[in-house]
């Protein structure tokens, strides 16, 4: 499909009003308009339709212009410095969002590929046993570094239509501001795309996508956005030429040698990729995820025993066991399975899971809550998870939820008043529960996403 033809479809009023009242709501962050996008479930419909109409009319005459993004931080953990993130407003998130969705229609991507459905691919070729070796190369501050010029010029290739570049130039170079500061409109930094916006994803991949084909094409190549992993029959491997060509485009590569960025090495001996540790006998989690995941479990069980001695904090106390559940779980959600289980069920040693189900046991015990909550196990929910008419069975399956039992979710576990969920219809009290599970699950898998 063509960009123009990609950008009329994604831009009537219909597609926007779509993505306005299902899609945005269950966004994170609030831009400098002071909006949280979940505020939208209470818009009165007239309000929704100026937004639709002004966004759909202005993009479509290019006169359209980006509000300048709120500044997000984000820990990356003790001694480093947080990962700055871009929140836009409503308006710019429908916006954005219907760029995306022509940008996914041009290049036939939405983003990179599921760290779970390329761990699933590496797994089953260090299997095979026809490679000995690996290299790991890792690329500094890869959004920050991609160059703009570069960029749009990439996009000319497969995009003529100068309404959809001149929009992707004009999000890239968006500024980004503290809250409460006044927007600047665009930015004259020659390099970077911000983290954040829902089309840096898909920009990062077109960037990337010379690369990819040129060295996907002579050795067994894995990217996860700036992670890469080569798999190699014996010593000899492309650091230099892939160095070179990520030089071209404006990227460095952490010096060879670095453990855990950038390494070479015999398979035989282990390495480390996307929150697994493998070699030639085995595949286990991470010391990382296996730390994440405890860290996780210690949390929900000691706030489930404080809350549990107010007799007014039932449902807080309710709340935090359902979720505990989820964690442990997992769930369906969009016709997909998520969750901590569902990531790592291609391990092949089973320990850790004996020993994350004996740390239930031994909170529950310590935090005397022990025979008082019906926690589900890790080792039943992996097994299941191997099969997706059994996991459904056995995880949340999201997909499959009543009317009623949305309602009483959001009463009971979600703090919503009774009166606002009795005047939701069945279609709008489901999809308010889809949402808010939504924000839990997107939450819990955070710690999954590799970090760089």
Known sequence: MSASEAFRRHTTK???????????????????????PSAIDGWPRIRADDLVTFVSTSM???????????????????????????????????????????????????????PQRKMGRVVDAVRSGSYSHFMKLDIQDYFSSIRHHVLLERLRRDIRSTTVLDLCDRAVRNSTVAFGERSRGLSSEPDGIPLGISISSVLAEVYLSDFDERFGADFQ??????????????DRHPFSSMQSEL???????????????????????????????????SVVVASAGIRKIESELAHLISNAARVRKGSIQKREFDRLVWRLNLVIGGCVIDGSARGWIRYYNRVDNLTVLGHLDGLVRDLLRRYGLAGSINTKRFISAYWASLDNSKFRKYAFDLDNVTASDARKHLVELESWPRATVSALSDSEAQSAFRRQVRRHVIDIERDLEPAS
């Open 14 to 36: 219909k597609q926007l009003r779509q993505q306005l009242l299902v899609a945005i709501p269950s966004a994170q962050g609030v831009g400098l308009d002071g909006i949280h």
């Open 60 to 114: 479509r005459s290019g006169t359209f212009r980006f509000t300048s993004y709120r500044e997000g931080l984000a820990s990356r953990g003790r001694g480093r410095p947080p990962r700055i993130f871009a929140l836009p407003t409503i308006r710019d998130r429908l916006a954005l969002g219907a760029l995306k969705a022509t940008l996914s229609d041009v290049y036939g991507i939405s983003g990179p590929e599921p």
């Open 247 to 281: 030089r071209r485009l404006g990227l460095l590569t952490h010096p060879l040698g670095t453990v855990g960025k950038c390494e070479i090495g015999r398979i035989a001996d282990g390495f480390q990729y996307l929150g697994y540790q493998l070699d030639d006998q």
């Open 221 to 234: 190549m894995f990217r996860y956005v700036d992670d890469v992993l080569v798999l190699l029959k014996d």
